[in-house]
């Protein structure tokens, strides 16, 4: 269903005042959704969009509107509701730079209560920052007195199996004027791999008030069921299953895309990316969605390896005329 036609259905949740028109929501990747990907997983049935996380202390920096920290900010009309994500471990700038970012004309500021990394999460930022309930109840109520748009926060299970908090963490969040919580069913310590808990999401939504999205391992129009299901969440936010396979916000399977149209929108977001980052970074960062998008030619190892190393659009395009000839072969 395109944009324009869901404009006109009554909202599925909201966030504050903001209609979400959809249960589908792409999650916010560094170095993944940025403006073209996320556009075009928007236009796909992505209900929603999140920015890539972008540190405080960075952007507070970065005046120039091309320094990297400002692309990842970039968004269209047609992306909103747009969500600008941000970390850092200091309150006060946190709070300072959202008040600068909201006149950017987001929807939403999101902070990130997720990141595993460890330069972020052991500095106290990201997931260091669930250690502590009643020190982000303190900022959640200082960043909505001093925000006029809503603010959400992306949270894990705990820091570890020892000290999985998240019911203690979604109380002060709520209570402090959290709008909607995305909850990535893991702890800090899985990182992103290992067994996803969606029990742990079912028990922050049956307490809540707020819409709860509930998030990990969704990789199918069956997942994306099973975790309504067993959960009751009010949107599904899908990761990594959506690169290469945006398709999967219109619930179709990954399968059925044929090699044609997965190629037809490779060169759209190709292009997109240039226009974003210009011919040279542009073909280089976009390597890491080419290979996703031929996913259909696992038995050709050798074209894939070599798509990695395409650096213009020529060589793309020589690329993807080969993997039409050789899956006619096939
Ligand atoms: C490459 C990559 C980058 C990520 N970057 C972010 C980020 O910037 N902010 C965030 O909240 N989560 C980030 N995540 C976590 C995802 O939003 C999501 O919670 C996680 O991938 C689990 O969902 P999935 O199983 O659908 O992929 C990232 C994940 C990946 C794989």
């Given at each position: 269903m395109t944009c324009s036609k869901r404009a006109a259905e009554p909202p599925v949740f909201s966030i504050g005042t903001i209609p979400v028109r959809g249960d589908l929501v792409l999650a916010p990747m560094d170095g993944f959704t940025d403006w073209p990907f996320r556009v075009i997983c928007r236009e796909l049935g992505s209900a929603m969009v999140y920015t890539e996380f972008v540190n405080v202390d960075e952007i507070a920096h970065?005046?120039?509107?091309?320094s990297a920290a400002r692309l990842k900010l970039k968004y269209s009309e047609m992306e909103r509701p747009v969500a600008f994500q941000i970390y850092g471990h200091v309150d006060e700038r946190l709070v300072e730079i959202a008040r600068v970012l909201q006149d950017l004309g987001p929807d939403i500021i999101d902070l990130n209560l997720g990141c595993a990394i460890r330069k972020i999460a052991e500095r106290g930022a990201g997931a260091g920052m669930l250690k502590d309930p009643a020190r982000l109840g303190r900022l959640f109520a200082a960043l909505s007195v001093a925000l006029r748009i809503p603010v959400t926060a992306k949270i894990r299970l705990g820091w570890d199996d020892r000290s999985r908090n998240y019911l203690e963490v979604a109380k002060a969040l709520e209570d402090n004027g959290c709008a909607l919580i995305a909850v990535h069913a893991r702890t800090k310590e899985q990182a992103l791999s290992g067994p996803v808990d969606w029990s742990a999401i079912a028990e922050i939504k049956a307490r809540a008030r707020i819409p709860i999205l509930g998030n990990g391992n969704v990789r199918t129009p069956g997942d994306m069921d099973a975790i309504k299901r067993e959960t009751h969440c009010d949107g599904v936010m899908i990761g990594r299953a959506a690169i290469g396979h945006p398709w999967i916000f219109s619930r179709r399977e990954k399968e059925s895309i044929p090699l044609a149209e997965s190629i037809a929108m490779a060169r759209r977001h190709l292009g997109m990316m240039i226009e974003l980052y210009g011919p040279e970074y542009g073909c280089l960062i976009f390597r890491k969605h080419a290979v996703r998008y031929v996913?259909?030619?696992?038995?050709?190892g050798k074209l894939r390896s070599r798509l990695v190393l395409c650096s213009n659009v020529a060589e793309y395009e020589s690329l993807f005329a080969e993997a039409m000839e050789i899956s006619k072969q096939s």
């Open positions: 970065s005046r120039r509107a091309e996913h259909h030619l696992t038995s050709v």
